[in-house]
């Protein structure tokens, strides 16, 4: 084996176990934020029960709740509806995703395009959702096109945001290189901004995975009447406190969970690619 030979085979190694080596750090990274998180929230939740000496009837504490969801037939009807809101979710997620996606490469080909869409996306943002929702479901009904219109609405906008930042953060320098070589702008789109917003476009996506489930769960209170959202205000009203701390903290879990899950596989990625994951968006 010749000396050039053997330095790139050398260099390979060295290259792969510095990967492995980022990605382990990344995944340690992310257990441990989530482990972080989720004692801080148990502490925070015992101990405003305990500062304002909350009625144990009205405020579980993390023991009363875990009991219940261990011992209590009714705990089952609490998973029933958290998929009912996670599938009511999901729809949100991929349809604001997906718009946000094509919208700010829309943005990247067309000036005038992004002049024109701009308006209308911070209109979305700016007046409350809750204002929106009797013309939604008059529109699509209170079924599957709402639950899809009102969870797309609430992702649209922070991921359109972080996912056209990120497309114009790549090299001005690798757009001429395209150019050059008689690359087209959808070209040099798909050749170097998609690749160049990966750090943006993940966390467009930490942000819309819980943003999907506070829009299932604004869709279910007014429009379907299912899920957890449309169960609380039923469990409220015949004063089943526990199914209400149960369901709130299904949700609240599952959101942190998918936050982690998305971070972790960003942190990974990032990693595997040589983006340093202290670097993203």
């Known amino acids: 084996?010749?000396?050039?030979?053997?330095?790139?085979?050398?260099?390979?190694?060295?290259?792969?176990?510095?990967?492995?080596?980022?990605?382990?750090?990344?995944?340690?990274?992310?257990?441990?934020?989530?482990?972080?998180?989720?004692?801080?929230?148990?502490?925070?939740?015992?101990?405003?029960?305990?500062?304002?000496?909350?009625?144990?009837?009205?405020?579980?504490?993390?023991?009363?709740?875990?009991?219940?969801?261990?011992?209590?037939?009714?705990?089952?009807?609490?998973f029933e509806n958290l998929l009912v809101t996670l599938g009511d979710a999901a729809v949100g997620f991929v349809a604001g995703l997906v718009v946000a996606l094509l919208v700010a490469s829309g943005f990247q080909l067309s000036k005038g395009f992004e002049h024109a869409a701009m308006p209308i996306a911070l209109l979305l943002r700016s007046v409350p959702l809750i204002a929106f929702a009797p013309v939604i479901i008059m529109?699509?009904?209170?079924?599957?096109?709402?639950?899809?219109?009102?969870?797309?609405?609430?992702?649209?906008?922070?991921?359109?945001?972080?996912i056209a930042y990120g497309l114009k953060s790549a090299s001005p320098q690798m757009h001429d290189v395209v150019s050059v070589y008689g690359g087209s702008p959808a070209t040099a789109l798909r050749?170097?901004?998609?690749?160049?917003?990966l750090p943006a476009f993940f966390a467009a996506?930490?942000?819309?995975?819980?943003?999907?489930?506070?829009?299932?769960?604004?869709?279910?209170?007014?429009?379907?009447?299912?899920?957890?959202?449309?169960?609380?205000?039923?469990?409220?009203s015949?004063?089943?406190?526990?199914?209400?701390?149960a369901s709130v903290v299904v949700v609240t879990l599952v959101s942190l969970l998918l936050y982690n899950v998305v971070l972790t596989v960003e942190n990974t990625v990032l990693a595997r690619m040589g983006m340093h994951p202290e670097k993203r968006v």
């Open 191 to 197: 050749k170097v901004s998609l690749p160049s917003s």
């Open 139 to 162: 529109i699509f009904g209170r079924d599957f096109m709402t639950t899809a219109v009102m969870g797309g609405i609430v992702v649209l906008f922070p991921a359109l945001v972080n």
């Open 1 to 78: 084996m010749s000396l050039a030979s053997f330095t790139g085979t050398q260099l390979a190694v060295d290259l792969k176990r510095q990967s492995r080596r980022a990605t382990l750090r990344a995944l340690g990274s992310s257990l441990l934020t989530l482990v972080l998180t989720l004692v801080a929230v148990l502490v925070l939740w015992q101990g405003a029960i305990w500062a304002f000496d909350l009625s144990p009837f009205v405020a579980k504490s993390p023991a009363d709740v875990l009991e219940f969801m261990l011992t209590d037939e009714d705990a089952s009807e609490v």
């Open 238 to 245: 015949s004063a089943q406190f526990s199914l209400v701390w």
């Open 205 to 236: 996506v930490r942000i819309s995975a819980p943003g999907a489930i506070t829009g299932a769960l604004l869709a279910e209170w007014l429009a379907t009447g299912r899920g957890v959202g449309g169960s609380i205000g039923g469990y409220i």
